[in-house]
Structure formats: C-alpha cells, structure tokens
C-alpha cells in the first residue's frame, strides 16, 4: 500500500533482534515516530479539558479529559518477518484503545489515514477508471463569527451547500467535502468547506467556472449581501505505484483531505483561554457532520468508524492474522512510547 496513507511500518533492524525495555517506539521503528508526537499533543488537549473545572458541562469535560488521556497509552504492534529474506520487517499495529474524541489528535490522525485509504481504493475502481475527469479543489467562505455563533453558522452553511448543488451549473460527478475550522484572535472563528471535485473534462470547454462565477453561486446560495472569498484550484495528476501491485494510482486527490482543526490551534499556550475557546468548541460542534460526500463518491466516507479500522485504517492485515505474529507491546511514558515486555497487561 502506499507509503503516505499506509498503517504498516517497513524497516531495516539489525540481524532481526528484538531491543530490550525502554527502548523507544521512535527509534525502533523510524516510521512510527507521527506517534510521540500525536500522544504528546493528546496529552496538552486532555489538560485543557481538565482546566474547565467549576463551568458549565464540566462533568462533560472531565469525562472527554479522561477518555483522551488514555487514548493509546498502550500499543500493541505484531512484528512481520519478511518472506522474501530480504533482512526487512514490518511493524504492525495489533492492539490500541482509541478514545473516539472529536478532537483528540490521535483519532483525527487515524480517521485521516483511513479517509485517505478508503479514497484512493474508490479510485481503483473500474466505474470511475472509466470516467474522463480531473480533480479540482474548491474552497468556500463565510466571515469570521464569534466562536458562541459557530453552530448556527454551520447551519447556515450547509443548507446554503444544498441549495448549490442543486444548480444547474454545478459540475461534479462525484464530491467529497469537509468542513475546516480557523482560530482567530478574539474568541473568533473562521468557518469554511474545502470540496474535493471530480469534474469532467469539459468542465474545462464552455461548462468552465471562472473564479468569479463561483463567488456568485456561492453568494447565491448563501443568500448573502456581501461576495464571499471562493477559491478554486486544479490538483496537477501525480501517479504513483502501488509497491504491492505495481498499478498506478492517482494520489493528487488524497492531499485534499483536511483535519477539522489543527491540533497546534486548538493547543496554542495551553492557558485557561484555550482550554475555554475549546470548550466552546466542543459544544458548537456536538452532533455535527463535518463530511458530506455525493455523486459516485457517495457514501464514501463516514463519521463513525469502528474500532478494526483506526487499528489498520489501510486495510492491510486481517486481525486473525496478526494473532500469529510476534507482538511488541509499547507504553506512553515519559513524552515517549517506550517497550515493555510481553507480559505487561494494559490496566
């Protein structure tokens, strides 16, 4: 599978030999380093959840603070010797308890490998092989609204979304949108849609959309007074092979695919104030879809993903499978994933 969307680790380890205790998951395995840094920033979000003591869904907060603290403090990888003897073995990810936490960076990370996956096998498909298209990424806006009206302005955005693509000049065959949200100063909030396209290829004859057509079915649909900021942009092609099949896979696409918010937004310094723009956050967003897929990528992508999928978010190994492989167990110490014996039991 493909390296940037692939949950399996391929490395090089000296004659084969297991490290002893402590050693770190970073350095073990160079290509499960994204983990230290993914738990460290899960860690900074369950303290902010804990500041929110003595406020309004407190008890709320608490429970989330606990959920996303132990989120993945355990891992257990099943380590794959190569059949092909070439020295090489293969990390994979057998066991983890994840905390399922809108925005808990770890789950966020996991829900975007296994978005990414479930995108680029849709693109294998012989249906949409066949189809003469080109991928294009649309951006749309609405003003920065205090983080207290988030909410309703989602709302608003989305029967505005409904209402555009039902018009008679939209082009997609197939779409894939996510909602995106920008911190700014003063408890603000930057809303907006990024909207991965597949259009035909005559969208590029005289079904074409300027920039400026779309502000206009954009403002049209938002039934606004003033021209939003619409930005629009064609993903140049980039094939790549799959190093398991050998077949070519247009891999532009996938960079669409956004986080709700970056963790380093929502964390910032760490003070009351973020852990109360947080708070905020979390209950504006309670409830709500933030991808909504049509056309043949309809029923795509999902909200709710179960537990086997962020284990393997590729698809790589069969569960069965991995209970015949050596396991390597990891516990989060110490801002790092450090190996404990097998014998260690997860509390």
């Keep these: 599978m493909l390296a940037t969307t692939s949950a399996t680790t391929t490395h090089s380890v000296p004659n084969a030999s297991p490290q002893g205790n402590g050693a770190l998951l970073s ?6 380093k994204p983990w230290d840094k ?3 920033e899960a860690d900074a979000i369950a303290i902010l959840y804990t500041m929110l003591v003595g406020l309004v869904d407190s008890a709320w907060f608490a429970r989330l603070a606990e959920r996303v603290f132990e989120c993945s403090r355990w891992l257990e990888f099943a380590l794959h010797p190569d059949r092909g003897g070439t020295g090489e ?8 308890r994840f905390c399922r936490v809108r925005y808990c960076p770890i789950c966020q990370w996991r829900r975007s490998l296994l978005w990414a996956w ?22 749309l806006t609405v003003p920065t609204v205090p983080i207290g009206k988030l909410g309703s302005t989602i709302e608003v955005m989305n029967k ?3 209402r555009l693509i039902k018009r008679k000049a939209w082009p997609a065959l ?24 597949l259009v035909p290829s005559s969208y590029f004859g005289k079904k074409y959309l300027s920039q400026k057509a779309w502000t206009t079915l954009w403002k049209e649909a938002l039934r606004a007074d003033y021209n939003p900021i619409v930005h629009v942009k064609v993903f140049k092609s980039k094939m790549v092979a799959d190093p398991e099949t050998g077949e070519m896979i ?25 852990a109360e723009w947080l708070a905020e956050l979390t209950r504006q967003t309670d409830h709500k879809r933030f991808l909504a897929t049509g056309g043949l990528l309809k029923n795509l992508m999902l909200d709710e993903e179960t ?34 014996s097998s014998g260690y039991v997860a509390e």
């Design 27 to 32: 350095e073990v395995s160079k290509r499960d």
């Design 38 to 40: 993914h738990k460290g």
């Design 89 to 96: 073995v293969r990390f994979r990810l057998k066991t983890a």
């Design 118 to 139: 479930r995108l680029i096998e849709f693109l294998k498909r012989p249906e949409v092989k066949a189809v003469k298209g080109r991928w294009i990424m649309l951006t």
């Design 160 to 162: 505005a979304w409904g």
């Design 174 to 197: 197939g779409f894939l949108r996510s909602t995106e949200f920008t911190r700014r100063p003063n408890d603000y909030v930057h809303p907006h849609f990024h909207a991965l396209m």
């Design 250 to 274: 247009e891999l532009a696409p996938v960079e669409g695919i956004k986080y709700p918010v970056k963790p380093a937004e929502l964390i910032k310094g760490g003070t009351q104030k973020d």
């Design 307 to 340: 537990e086997e999928e962020l284990l393997t978010p590729n698809g790589d190994t069969a569960k069965d499978e991995l209970e015949e492989l050596k396991p390597w167990h990891f516990l989060w110490f110490d801002h790092h994933y450090r190996r404990r």
